[in-house]
């Protein structure tokens, strides 16, 4: 679609959006997701992230096929333009994938089973060992330009640990990824009481070569 076109094309969705307010909650999730990114256009500024970004290639390519294969019931923290996609490795079986975002304007990027609320509140939503997996990437130390306000702060990642052991099966996975840029050293310390390092195909843990990215594996320890 054209730029102009594009352009009309949201001027009008926008009106009608502020004529009806509630309109959109009513629309298929399947077509406000094309809306949003054939007709206004909201991930045209991803697509290139997502083809030569060696973490989001490696997200999209071997592990989160890698993660569908292997476990059960999945948890992602977070949801966007460019995380949506992980649900078709979920297809036959929607109810094993979950994604959880404190955010309700990004509901639309969110699984079928969709949780708008803080990870810190997820122990209040599900039973406890309720996953098998949960991938916490981009989360921690991220601060959100908008708000001004980090997603999780590094003062909380004890809680942090504390939430998502309380709902990760023992023996389960959680997958962590930070930048870098944003954090400097391991968060580890602060889960460990309630993990210990995982196994994977890619060790314990994952650098990429140019990319500040960093993705580790920890385990959730049996219960005392």
Not at 57 to 74: I, K, N, S, T
Not at 115 to 134: E, F, K, N, Q, S
Not at 147 to 168: K, M, N, Q
């Amino acid at each position: 679609m054209g730029r102009r076109l594009k352009q009309a094309a949201s001027s009008v969705l926008h009106a009608l959006n502020r004529r009806f307010p509630g309109a959109k909650k009513l629309m298929p999730r399947g077509l406000h997701r094309w809306v949003l990114l054939r007709v206004l256009g909201v991930g045209d500024g991803y697509a290139e992230m997502l083809q030569r970004n060696p973490e989001r290639l490696f997200l999209g390519h071997e592990l989160m096929p890698w993660v569908a294969a292997q476990y059960r019931r999945v948890l992602f923290v977070g949801t966007a333009p460019y995380t949506y996609q992980f649900e078709r490795l979920f297809a036959a079986e929607p109810d094993r994938y979950e994604t959880i975002d404190r955010t309700p304007a990004v509901r639309v990027w969110g699984a079928r089973i969709h949780h708008v609320a803080d990870i810190l509140d997820i122990g209040r939503l599900v039973p406890a060992g309720h996953y098998d997996c949960i991938v916490l990437n981009g989360v921690i130390a991220y601060r959100l330009p908008e708000i001004a306000d980090y997603s999780v702060e590094t003062r909380r990642f004890g809680d942090l640990a504390a939430a998502l052991a309380g709902v990760l099966r023992p023996g389960g996975l959680l997958i962590v990824g930070w930048n870098g840029r944003d954090l400097a050293t391991s968060p580890f310390p602060d889960f460990q009481p309630l993990f210990e390092r995982g196994a994977t195909p890619w060790g314990e843990r994952k650098a990429f070569e140019g990319d500040p990215h960093v993705l580790e594996f920890y385990a959730r320890r049996p219960a005392p």
